[in-house]
């Protein structure tokens, strides 16, 4: 099996490092990727139709919207399925191991460490998400770094005391709610007239605000979905797998 | 880009994938899988992709690592290549 | 040494997938398994990101003078914002050239989050078969299939 698997690698490897001399020299401006009209129009353009300094995000919760909402569906639904798998197991239902030793009774000093950063994580995560217009962050970025404040809580004070602030029912709702809010602006764009995820049209509904407007608003509209889905799922998998599927215990 | 900046991150990520994949050990072999994902997220962020290290940061060499490290946890620890 | 620096990059991108696939097919453990899709990924990612890289160009976050341009002294910044795109014309010009090229970084950090989500439905699946077998190395695992039929 070790021959075979070498001998594919390397045959795959010699066609690439073969192909590879056909690729653009690195980091050339010139190349067919970087010069193309798309490229040139999403830096040259957004700041008029968008007014997001951060192309990415723009290109992310705007030009590309559809894509990003199935992304998130992706993610809620890779979360059903952990919980699918690992729930529904016979270990689900197993009885706790005992602790080995006396190193598994939680310790006071991580404990109020933990106590201290975690709304520190939590406020910076939220300005994350907010600022993700004029800065590198987002959705993604700052759900991530919601769910890993659950997570540092379960590390520390154990699986329990976080599944008290984010229980296993309130992050399937959570996870749904955001895929609902982002599916929900896209329907709402399509019922004022306009096409699925057009942002346009909102700027009939938000107060006082131009089309250029509506645009900005709603990518963070969208973007709060994806941090509601991702920090639900995240502390989900997490929650699961070092539990075994118990809900109870875990590391 | 700084080329020499990338050469060195370059040639450690090789080594810390290989590393990754001979340890014996499967938290160990977690673990170094953390650091190939922050030499990762180095490199992008001097390839000025700073959005796509932002992102690698917080779930490559974090959310990831943690659940590799519950799975482990919860199975064994042993590997035998 | 500027042609080697350019093949260079290219050619340990090649070696990281080619790790990463030599571990998926020859590595007997599950989690080794998934470490090596983990750096497979990677790699392709890293491909994809490098691809938007541009000699001498910054990251593509625009500058506040770029969007929102400062008007004359009489007039206050405020004013702009709510006639929305009135103050278009006098953009200051940007070039193309001097911003890393976006679109792959987009469709990369969806590819990463949803790595994680593959990588964790893995895992679980990984939990589910050691609860069943006992044991994460394949050997075993076919061994126990075998004898159990």
């Known amino acids: 099996m070790k021959l075979f698997a070498l001998i594919t690698v390397i045959i795959t490897g010699a066609l690439l490092l073969y192909a590879s001399k056909d ?129 540092l809580i379960a590390l520390t004070g154990g699986l329990s005391e976080a599944l008290k602030r984010l229980s296993e029912q309130r992050a399937i709702f959570l996870a749904a709610l955001g895929v609902l809010i982002y599916a929900g602006t896209g329907l709402l764009c399509m019922f004022l007239g306009k096409n699925f995820l057009d942002y346009h049209i909102l700027s009939q509904w938000l107060p006082d605000t131009t089309a250029v407007k509506a645009r900005y608003h709603a990518m963070l509209i969208v973007e709060i979905g994806v941090a509601f889905t991702v920090t639900a799922i995240m502390f989900t998998i997490y929650a699961t797998l070092s539990s075994k599927g118990r809900m109870r215990g875990g590391l | 880009m700084i080329p020499s900046f990338d050469i060195v991150i370059l040639i450690f990520l090789v080594v810390t994938a290989v590393i990754a994949l001979t340890l014996k050990d499967l938290l160990a072999s977690a673990m170094v899988l953390g650091i190939y994902s922050f030499l990762m997220c180095l490199l992008w962020a001097e390839m000025s992709a700073v959005d796509v290290a932002f992102t690698e940061a917080t779930v490559g060499a974090g959310v990831s690592t943690v659940i590799m490290i519950a799975t482990v946890y919860q199975t064994t620890r042993k590997s035998r290549d | 040494m500027e042609a080697f620096i350019a093949n260079f990059n290219y050619w340990i991108y090649i070696i990281l997938m080619m790790i990463g696939l030599f571990a998926m097919i020859a590595k007997k453990n599950l989690i080794k398994k998934l470490v090596g899709m983990s750096i497979f990924q990677t790699a392709i990612i890293l491909f994809y990101v490098s691809i938007g890289v541009k000699q001498g160009a910054t990251i593509p976050i625009l500058p506040e003078e770029a969007v929102h341009p400062k008007t004359t002294a009489g007039e206050t910044s405020h004013h702009n914002g709510e006639d929305g795109d009135a103050h278009a014309g006098e953009l200051p010009e940007i070039d193309a050239q001097d911003y890393t090229n976006p679109i792959p970084h987009v469709l990369m950090l969806t590819a990463i989050v949803v790595g994680v989500g593959t990588l964790g439905l893995a895992l679980a699946i990984a939990q589910r078969v050691h609860y069943h077998y006992g044991t994460l190395e394949e050997t075993e695992i076919l061994k126990q299939i075998q004898s159990g039929q």
């Open chain 1, 23 to 151: 690729f653009p020299a690195w980091g050339d401006p010139l190349s067919p990727a970087n010069n193309s009209e798309l490229s040139r129009h999403y830096i040259t353009e957004t700041r008029v139709e968008t007014e997001v300094p951060n192309i990415v995000t723009a290109v992310l919760a705007d030009y590309r919207g559809y894509d990003t909402m199935f992304e998130t569906v992706v993610i809620f639904v890779a979360g059903l399925g952990i919980l699918a798998v690992l729930r529904q197991s016979p270990s689900a239902g197993e009885p706790l191991p005992v602790p080995r030793d006396r190193f598994q009774e939680r310790d006071m000093i991580t404990i109020m460490t933990c106590r201290l950063t975690v709304p520190l994580i939590q406020l910076f995560a939220l300005y994350v998400l907010a600022h993700g217009h004029y800065s590198p962050g987002g959705g993604f970025q700052g759900g991530v770094m919601f769910g890993a404040s659950f997570i």
